[in-house]
């Protein structure tokens, strides 16, 4: 059946006369993509924990290192920024997708885009990518601080695959949990869930320090994918290397996380 | 290609709604509805809040599964064929639907960039008056501006149905005008129009078919002028002071005769459908004097869709 009429003909002149049908998936993803990026980065509070939280990590953890004298393998720069980079990707697509989408609940935004054209396949593809613009922004500027700040990371083909591809799965693993918790609370409750979660990996996650700082503890906390994210990003920046384990850890949690959000995902 | 080619059956209603029955919990929400809707009409589901009128609409959108009965709009099953349905329809939602932090305009063009051929944005814009509103963030706007904003994300789309949930609940007089002068403009440019509302008003001034739905059931259908001509085409209502005595009612009746009809609609006033003449005024201001009851108003109208869901239901529409 045809739903797609050829204009000007009688019967369609009216200002107001029907011509329905959906833009293109493309299109509509990427309208999507812009929509949700413009009100990522609009919101203050988004950047503090896109940019500003991460940054005072680093700039703070390097000082700390030096006060402390903490022994790294590398120098403080170096073995820090490739967690504090894994530290900006899990704030926005844990945290920032989290409260925006409980919020899209909330507000039914969800409910109106629901019986708009744009597919449901559609939505996460845009929000996927408003991430993924996001992050870029986010690796952009904390790579060019931590240059000044001396980070020289170790660049091999493999190192650099390897840090897309931890980028593009912790991205994967964190958002299917932030939709989770999103899907899953009231608003409200899943700002403070998703603030204290970041906070609670931030400090005990081994996310920006090594697993092995955290002595005997470590074996466990390398389960978790904020340590699996930040050891797979330290083995591609500081190594050059593919770090497996870390993968297959984000793969599962990537599993676990959308199983979670498709059996339980509320739409209003 | 004109409209009616392009629909598969052109005579076959917009939206056919069969034995519908929808349970929440202890509340059965709709309860064996059947209505239909033709094209190229506006037709209002009107009835009091809880009458099961969002839960009807929101099933014929594709938000609920029919529990029990059947539901089809334009010919598609909404839950199974909602991929074909959507692009084709418009939806108004009674409230939120848009970013909190959202500009009017930017909604408006986001939803727009949505479809295939959709509306001139500033065209809309300037039609529901948002253009002074277009750069505040959407929390910011009064409940009315967002009202319609939603209905122009509802029909920017260019959809050849509509479905509109309360359009002007809450809003000023002036911003009532614009929203129905723009559905009267749908309807004569060939798109169908379902909206539920509990104003009379409303449904007798847009609708040219009314079902009146109360506690999830059809009560009445027609069109605005034959469910109000009924047997007598006048009322008068009349608004005391002092609330009558219990036996105020029966008294009048016996006073009046016959041809009409009192019906009590509160403590303070009382509904009489029948020739609205000189003779019948008369006796109800003796009537007044005799009881001695104090009138506070004493109005002549047409009946309205408000009298006959009075009529059918025994209570009043009102909120």
Redesign the interface.
Known sequence: ??????TG????T???????????LH??VV??AR?ET??LL??GEQLLLALVIPLIVLVGGIAAADHVGLKFSHSPVDTLTPGVLALAVMSTSFTSLAIATG??RR???L??L??????RSGLLAGKVGALLVVEVLQLVVIGAVALLLGWSPTLTAVGVLSAVAAVLLGTAAFASLGLFVAGALRAEATLAAANLIYLLLLAGGAVVFPVDSYGPAGGLLSLLPSAALGTAMRTAFLHGGFAAGAFLVLAAWTAVGTLLTARTFQWE | ????E?A?EPNEPAVVVEDLRMRYGDKQAVDGLSLGVDRGTITAVLGPNGAGKTTTLETC???RRPQQGRVRVLGLDPQEQR?EL????G?M?Q????????RAV?MLR??A?????P?PVP?LVERLGLGSSGRTPYRRLSGGQQQRLALA?A?V????LVFVDEPTAGMDPQARHTTWELLD??R????TIVLTTHYMDEAERLADQVHVIDQGRLIASGSPVDLTRGGATSTIRLVVTEPFPPTAPASLQTTLGESTTVQPISAHSLLITGPADPGTLAKVSAWCDEQGVLPESLTLGQRTLEDVFLEITGRELAV
């Open positions: 059946m045809s739903t797609s009429p050829t003909t009688a019967g369609a009216g200002t107001f006369a029907p011509r329905p049908g959906a833009a293109p299109r509509m309208a999507q929509m413009r009100l609009r919101n919020f899209e507000y039914g935004v409910k109106r629901g019986a708009s054209p744009l597919p | 290609m004109t409209l009616s392009r598969p959108e594709g938000y991929r959507l692009p084709r329809i939806v939602l409230n939120g639907g848009a970013w909190s932090g959202v930017e986001h939803v960039s949505l479809h295939a051929h509306l065209m994300m029909v789309g260019r959809p050849e403009e749908l004569s440019d060939g798109v």
